[in-house]
């Protein structure tokens, strides 16, 4: 590292000097540079420059007069502050402020709920982990006022046993009380927030997209929410409960916490109900995946005065084989997304539509190649495992090993089981010769399956091709629930009382706000970055406090990498410095 100067020429004709700490380091065999921090005015740091750089090197400290400069610390910088960007332009803060004034409450609510909600976009932990993060990250209210972590006395005696709980009671208490109060103003702050995305991005709200996933619970859980059912998780042993997410052009206006053990089709009602009385939405045509289709719902639709377009379930409907068979019409060509179009060899779409059984319903059928394709490999996987065990179970019973039918009966049973066999392979025993082949009409079933699924909906006006645009639309929420639960770490959950559950879910469903509007912004400015490289990249942006002389003070922010600075752009935000604090650390 060294020290550059930077003549800067102001308007009345001055010119003053900046001293900049730089880097240079190797990339594909040639020497690079870049700005690792703005330090401040030359004349004013001159008489400190050597002592400074051998401090922010981290080298062996040199006898200095008591008049050099000393590096106090340096911290993370850059999440906080882009989190706070989107957190004030969205209305978040001014929401939470009316809503919190109204009661009495101040205003410190929506700067503690951000310092929760930006510790799930780059620290994901309990509350138990604030400490930790507080020391990492330079984290302030509105004003500058850094929180600091309070560890416990005999916090160095208790890292050898590895309690969970470190910190003071004090500050543990204090977040609590910060996620049950956040938690009680839900519905009003999602309510505000919908009609202000509404009006900021005139969002169409003609469509709504709705999913679920499940979160599951470390321990018992809530014994109101928690309960065994569909994990999707892959955890069936944990109790958990389901999280409804409602989206509308990108962007998550609602979630809704279910109890565990619930049906997929069972949470439609309230959503629906919730989307009218609560958001104040008139007719919306209500697009959701195969789990959500049952006569029941429709009906409920059609009650209400929504519109819907779900997509059919393949293997549980018996009209569907009829369905793929009067796909005999001319298929459309449907436009490929984004992923799709940058293949060297681009995968077709088609739909047609087909008469439906039903008056006024209507069905379309879509073919997708890339879907086919997939399916396929999945499909010769499977059958190449199958056709293995039944290989081993023919040459046991030829050799004799296996002798008693009932026996053999049992374990073909057991080899079909295992990788949908059934849907590829039949067998026989006939005078204690065992034999396996391809089922006759199960396998063809599958291959005419193989690329296609059906859309149905009621919408007289709807084009096929449109039909097919909006049902993709639905894997950007699918998606969405991988990023909260992977990105975001909604997940597992440690909490034992209901409407805390609730309040961490809705944490988690904010953090999660603010990494859509990242996202977009870094979409529209053409950048290819994912939103969680981003927040990932944005941790090079740093405060540093640096001791001058008798007790002065001055902190600087670094500008991060190039990267960051491309982000900083995207996202429109000039001045990183924090707002200057009066005095000390605040109790957090």
């Not at 932990?125 to 509105?142: F, I, K, N, P, Q």
């Not at 396929?376 to 023919?394: G, N, T």
């Not at 690329?451 to 894997?475: F, N």
Request: glycine letters at 8%.
């Amino acid at each position: 590292m060294y020290l550059r100067t930077t003549k800067v020429k102001r308007p009345n004709g001055r010119t003053d000097e900046y001293l900049r700490l730089v880097e240079s380091y190797w990339n594909q065999g040639r020497p690079r540079h870049r700005v690792v921090c703005n330090l401040g005015r030359k004349d004013l740091l001159a008489p400190h420059a050597e002592a400074l750089l051998h401090l922010l090197k981290g080298e062996e400290p040199v006898k200095v007069k008591s008049s050099e400069a000393k590096a106090l610390g340096a911290w993370d910088w850059g999440v906080m502050r882009v989190a706070r960007h989107f957190w004030q332009e969205l209305g978040l803060e001014e929401i939470l402020d009316r809503l919190t004034g109204q009661q009495g409450e101040g205003s410190e609510l929506a700067d503690r709920a951000l310092a929760l909600v930006t510790q799930r976009l780059c620290e994901p932990s309990s509350e138990h982990g604030m400490a930790r993060w507080l020391e990492t990250d330079y984290v302030c209210d509105r004003a500058g006022q850094r929180w600091g972590a309070e560890w416990r006395e005999d916090a160095e005696r208790l890292a050898s046993q590895r309690p969970r709980v470190r910190v003071k009671d004090r500050q543990l208490r204090q977040w609590y009380g910060t996620l049950d109060r956040l938690g009680k103003h839900q519905k009003h702050l999602e309510k505000e927030l919908f009609l202000r995305l509404r009006n900021l991005f005139s969002l169409q709200v003609d469509l709504v997209f709705y999913d679920l996933t499940s979160t599951y619970f470390e321990g018992n859980g809530p014994a109101e929410l928690a309960k065994h059912g569909y994990s999707r998780d892959g955890k069936p042993r944990n109790r958990q409960v389901l999280v409804g997410l409602v989206m509308i052009e990108g962007w998550p206006i609602a979630h809704h916490v279910f109890e565990g053990n619930q049906r997929d089709a069972s949470t439609v009602d309230s959503v629906l109900k919730d989307l009218q009385e609560r958001l104040g939405l008139g007719r919306v045509v209500f697009v959701g995946d195969r789990g959500m289709v049952t006569s029941q719902n429709i009906e409920r639709l059609r009650s209400r005065g929504q519109g819907y377009l779900v997509g059919l379930q393949r293997r549980r409907r018996s009209e569907v084989l009829r369905y793929l068979e009067r796909a005999t019409g001319q298929w459309l060509e449907c436009r490929a997304g984004i992923a799709a179009s940058e293949k060297a060899q681009v995968p077709k779409t088609q739909v047609q539509e087909v008469t439906s059984d039903q008056t006024g319903v209507r069905v379309f059928v879509v073919d997708s190649q890339e879907r086919k394709s997939y399916e396929r490999s999945q499909r010769e996987k499977a059958m190449q495992r199958v056709q293995e065990q039944l290989q081993a179970l023919e040459k046991r019973v030829a050799t004799g090993k296996l002798k008693a039918p009932e026996k053999i009966g049992a374990a073909a049973a057991g080899a079909l089981a295992r990788h949908h066999g059934f849907r590829y392979y039949d067998w026989e025993l006939k005078e204690g010769q065992f034999r396996y082949f391809e089922h006759p009409v199960n396998l063809k079933q599958e291959e005419a399956l193989e690329g296609k699924y059906l859309i149905q909906t009621e919408e007289p006006h709807l084009l096929a091709v449109e039909a097919v645009e909006i049902y993709k639309q639905l894997s950007e929420v699918e998606r969405a629930f991988g990023e909260l639960k992977d990105v975001i770490e909604m997940r597992p959950i440690y909490h034992q009382k209901a409407h805390r559950v609730q309040a961490h879910i809705f944490v988690a469903s904010l953090a999660f706000l603010l990494d859509r509007a990242l996202e977009k912004k870094l979409k529209s400015a053409g950048l290819d970055l994912s939103s969680k490289e981003a927040w990932q990249v944005l941790k090079t942006v740093r405060v540093v406090e640096i001791q001058l002389a008798e007790g002065e003070s001055k902190r600087s922010v670094t500008q991060g990498t190039a990267r960051a600075a491309q982000i900083l752009r995207a996202v429109g935000i000039k001045n990183l410095n924090p707002e200057a604090p009066n005095s000390g650390n605040k109790v957090a």
